[in-house]
């Protein structure tokens, strides 16, 4: 191995190491990471001040995780990069639209099996309510029966059962069946558009770029069964302006459902005040039915 002699001879030096690995994936990651983060280092002409403040801001990062908060998961909504790794891997490899989006942080296991058409209210939840219907399909068009399906999403106080001992363990939360039609059906409350944290790393940089904390309004949809790539999916259920400025940058066309507001007699539930119809079609691709791992015990 040749001595360097100056900042030039840096990253040559460093990309022949990184030929050593055996893992050809692994191989290529390296490289491809050293080739740009070393650019990086280059085109900003990085301070050896602002160097030392970046690795206190990761070990910061490390220190704030926990079992129910990922600092780095956070930062990587806020820096683009979940939405961008979904949308790459999914909708035949980023050439089409496609339904799947991000998990977020409060998916559960075992969540109520509820009937079709059933109620996932299980305290008093005031609230404008809403209607559910949700169709699945193959990429053909065709109707999937016998998804599990889980359904969840934050109250019309910007909660999260889990984050609000107001509310009952697994409220506005629930696993159903599709039908033979591929449907599910649920009556819920209409949710409300919420701040992710803001008392972290996160929130210090987006107070640094006069940005807003707000994600908007959405429901939740994990479904899965066999022969078919599990669906992770937001629906987004929400009419203020967070759709266009999204923190998290999650939001596309294909994850917006059809929300209509209505004021008369439910014709099923009677006066039930203000209350609103939810649909959306989600299209499912072949491939193996996996569980994520819970981001919350």
């Known amino acids: 191995m040749t001595l360097i ?18 893992d050809p994936r692994l191989r290529e990651i390296m490289t491809s990471l050293i080739t740009h983060l070393h650019a990086f280092v280059r085109d900003v002409r990085l ?12 070990n910061t990062m490390g220190q704030q995780t926990s079992d ?13 990069v979940s939405s961008l790794v979904c949308l790459l891997n ?44 949700f169709h699945f399909r193959d990429p053909e068009g065709a109707p999937i029966e016998g998804l599990e399906v889980d359904i969840w999403h934050a109250s019309p106080i910007g909660l999260y ?48 770029q006069n940005r807003h904390p707000y994600r908007p309004a959405h429901v939740h949809v994990l479904a899965h069964k066999e022969g078919f790539k599990t669906l992770i999916n937001q629906t987004y259920v929400d009419e203020t302006d967070y759709l266009t400025s999204d923190v998290q940058f999650g939001v596309t066309k ?37 569980l994520p791992i819970p981001p919350i015990k």
């Open 5 to 22: 002699a100056s900042q030039q001879d840096v990253t040559p030096a460093v990309l022949k190491v990184m030929q050593q690995t055996n």
């Open 47 to 58: 301070s050896e001040k602002e160097f030392q403040q970046a690795t206190r801001i990761l």
């Open 68 to 80: 129910t908060h990922n600092e780095f998961v956070l930062m990587a909504g806020s820096l683009g």
């Open 90 to 133: 999914n909708g035949d490899n980023g050439t089409t639209e496609t339904t799947q989006s991000l998990l977020g942080p409060f998916w559960r296991l075992n969540q109520p099996l509820t009937e079709n058409g059933g109620s996932i209210l299980r305290s008093d939840t005031p609230g404008p309510r809403l209607y559910g219907t």
């Open 161 to 208: 059962e889990n984050q609000d001992e107001s509310q009952a363990d697994y409220n506005l939360r629930g696993k159903f069946l599709t039908d033979a039609q591929g449907i599910v059906r649920f009556k819920s409350v209409k949710p409300i558009g919420y701040p992710i944290p803001t008392n972290t790393t996160v929130g210090t940089l987006l107070e640094a």
């Open 254 to 290: 294909a994850l917006v459902g059809a929300l209509i507001h209505h004021t008369g007699p439910h014709p099923e539930d009677g006066d039930v005040g203000e209350w609103f119809t939810l649909e959306h079609t989600l299209t499912l691709e072949p491939g193996v039915s996996t």
